[in-house]
């Protein structure tokens, strides 16, 4: 590790990704999770909130994990991309969680109380902490690579006017 902000984005990238896997489990509704109510030919919707919930917390959650680990470890671009793109999915997603969680009489809060309701909204905080995290490296391993590029082309250019002298 480079930099000291990659514990920082690998921790957060970490924690992103659990808490985006076991949130819907202890938030939403289990039986469409664990039952697999399409199997049995039940409705449609049921099929499709699971995928919603698929799309909406437990992918975008793995993609900051993994690219925070392959931006953190390996220093591929790719990584990077992953986190700033599973990132900017839980954080501008985060006005409609606050509107679902807040919602008066059928809002989360009411139904499941203030602490369902803020572990829901955890995953996008964390995936903006990541996400400054992979900035912050991504600065620093660009400024080390500038300053490793300059210090050669210096020395080959004193080992130039040497030789040539």
């Known amino acids: 590790m480079n930099s000291k902000w990659e514990p ?15 949130n819907p489990a202890t938030v939403f509704e289990v039986k469409y999770l664990f039952n697999m ?5 039940e409705p449609k919707e049921d099929f499709l909130s699971v995928i919603g919930v698929i ?16 931006h953190t470890t390996q220093e591929k671009t790719l990584g990077f991309v992953f986190t700033i ?3 900017s999915i839980l954080v501008l997603e985060f006005p409609l969680l606050l509107l679902v969680a807040f919602n008066g009489y059928s809002g989360l809060v009411y ?10 909204l955890l995953p996008s905080p964390l995936a ?9 490296v ?6 080390a690579s500038f300053t490793t590029k300059t210090l050669s082309h210096k020395f080959s250019f004193l080992l130039v006017c040497a030789l040539v002298s």
């Open 8 to 22: 920082i984005e690998l921790c957060f990238g970490i924690a992103t990704g659990l808490v985006a896997v076991f």
């Open 37 to 41: 109510p399409w199997l049995r030919h």
């Open 55 to 70: 799309v909406m917390f437990v992918g975008p959650g793995l993609l900051v994990t993994i690219g925070s680990y392959l």
């Open 85 to 87: 793109i599973g990132g």
């Open 111 to 120: 139904t499941q109380g203030l602490a369902a309701a803020l572990y829901m």
């Open 128 to 136: 903006a902490l990541t996400m400054i995290g992979a900035f912050m």
């Open 138 to 143: 991504r600065r620093s391993l660009r400024l």
